[in-house]
């Protein structure tokens, strides 16, 4: 039954928009020049960006794998990068390293990155390589100690043993971290959109483009029905790969140790990742135009005069809202889901990734015009459905393990459902939960395409498009201090977060 009405969900918005706006003949786009460029273009720069962030990952996953120290922490930790920095920042930041008047040029170097096609690549390279980071690094230390000691007393190399022991185990969970890097490249909007250029357009961004400056739902529509068939091959690819468990992560360390060459390059991507965060949130108090500390910007932003232009205070409040319900709603859903012992689940949830958020949008818009729902409730359910699949991707691995014994024990007691959640499975995946909601919550917190695509600033604000409509009437001092804010926000909550998960592990 909840699969259904979460199908239905998805369903409902999408059948009502084919109703009235698919003209069958515009199938034929996709035989049209223009369409096979644009989906050119975004395999392209999807599979690019993929390969960059597959090949910078690699060296820290090993090193992750084979040393646990500050730096490890550092890496292990680079995860969270993707889900707590906002795209409208990462864009900020990168202006405020390679624009004209940029650090890098202050500093007299000419990098010459915005607006082309490595600005693309490089930022989602910067996004997802710490997803391969964990996904790898996690599986190296989920293999035996004693697979690799018998290689060794057998007189196999580095290379052996990585082709005939590690390469095979790591695998599905390289598997795994290609499809979601792929699919947030392939679907990638804010980052396409202010750090290409009008040159470049992505599915995602054609599809937007349709809506807003064009209106043409139909065309629209077919674009939509594109980017889903292609995310949905290859989400059905991923499901052909085995899940090989070698069993849980341990802290035992190879005997190995890291090369010299792993721990520089290990040391240069932490660099990369969190000189970014850095950027971004020194936007809070230092001027890069002038080279000046200075707090005036962020006084402003709170400021009556300011707040009438900008809807800075409304825009918090609304994303605190709706970031909160959403999360608490995919969080639940998750677990729900995540219990199932068949694959249904699975088929059903993780395919939703490669529906376009910018179409999501309209649909949602669509049903506002014709019912009149408020916008909090459909932003809500937007961000419910757009994200289950993130948290359901993180949770269901950890409640599929989930002892079975204790549950059944407490069934044949006679507890019920909600005494067996309360007593039993809240507090030993307590960690898991206060985990996937900081998640789900910092995504939404930063999410840009919907409220973008819906064109609802004036209506109800949320703090990733006041952002950007800073930035975009050259408000910059504000925009970058309004940036810093966000990204500490939510790095606060993580902090909080990942103090709660620490103290509650060790109770």
């Not at 003209?23 to 644009?38: N, T």
């Not at 990952?57 to 090193?63: F, G, N, R, S, V």
């Not at 052909?240 to 040391?267: A, E, M, Q, Y």
Request: proline share 6%; glycine share 6%.
């Amino acid at each position: 039954m909840p699969i259904l009405l979460f199908i239905g969900l998805w369903a409902i918005p999408f059948a009502i928009l084919l109703k009235d706006f698919l003209r069958f003949e515009d199938l034929s786009i996709v035989l049209d020049a223009k369409f096979l460029k644009i989906l050119w273009f975004t395999l392209y720069q999807a599979a690019g960006s993929t390969a960059i962030a597959f090949g910078i990952a690699l060296l820290p996953a090993y090193y992750l794998y084979r040393k646990r120290n500050a730096l490890s922490a550092l890496l292990e930790s680079a995860v969270f990068i993707p889900f707590f920095l906002p795209p409208v920042s990462t864009v900020i930041a990168f202006s405020l390293l390679f624009s004209a008047n940029g650090l890098f040029a202050r500093l007299g170097l000419q990098l010459p990155i915005l607006y082309t096609v490595w600005a693309i690549l490089i930022a989602h390279a910067f996004y997802n390589s710490p997803i391969f980071v964990k996904y790898i690094g996690t599986a190296l230390r989920a293999i035996p100690p004693a697979l690799e000691e018998t290689a060794i007393s057998e007189g196999a190399g580095r290379f052996a043993r990585f082709w005939w022991i590690e390469g095979p185990l790591v695998f599905p969970a390289i598997a795994k971290a290609f499809f979601l890097s792929f699919t947030y490249s392939f679907m990638s909007f804010a980052v396409v959109l202010n750090l290409g250029g009008l040159r470049f357009t992505t599915l995602e961004v054609a599809i937007a483009n349709a809506l807003r400056g064009q209106f043409d739902f139909s065309r629209a529509l077919v674009y939509a029905i594109a980017q889903f068939v292609c995310l949905f091959i290859l989400n059905a690819l991923l499901t052909l790969v085995p899940d090989t468990s070698t069993g849980s992560p341990t802290l035992t360390l190879s005997r190995t140790r890291p090369s010299p060459i792993t721990t520089i390059g290990s040391f240069l991507y932490a660099a990369f990742e969190y000189g970014l965060v850095l950027i971004g949130l020194l936007g809070f108090c230092y001027d890069f135009w002038n080279r000046t500390f200075s707090f005036e910007p962020i006084a402003r932003l709170f400021s009556p005069e300011f707040n009438r232009r900008f809807p800075v205070v409304r825009s918090l409040f609304n994303s605190f809202a709706v970031a909160s319900v959403a999360a608490i709603g995919s969080v639940t859903a998750a677990f729900l889901f995540g219990k199932a012992r068949e694959k249904w689940a699975q088929r059903v949830i993780m395919p939703t990734l490669g529906v376009s958020s910018a179409f999501l949008a309209m649909s949602l818009l669509y049903l506002h015009i014709l019912f009149g729902l408020p916008f909090f409730p459909l932003l809500t359910a937007g961000y419910f459905l757009s994200t289950l699949a993130v948290a359901y991707a993180f949770m269901r691995p950890m409640v599929r393990n989930f002892p079975a014994n204790l549950v059944e024990s407490a069934k044949i007691d006679g507890a019920s459902r909600f005494r067996i959640f309360r007593s039993i499975e809240w507090p030993l995946l307590f960690p898991v939960f206060a985990a996937v909601f900081f998640q789900v919550f910092a995504i939404v917190f930063g999410e840009f395409t919907l409220p973008y695509t819906m064109q609802i600033r004036d209506y109800f604000p949320l703090a990733s498009v006041v952002n950007y409509a800073m930035n975009a009437q050259r408000y910059y001092r504000e925009g970058a201090a309004f940036s810093a804010l966000n990204i500490g926000i939510v790095f606060f909550l993580f902090l909080v977060s990942n103090a709660i998960i620490q103290k509650r592990r060790l109770t």
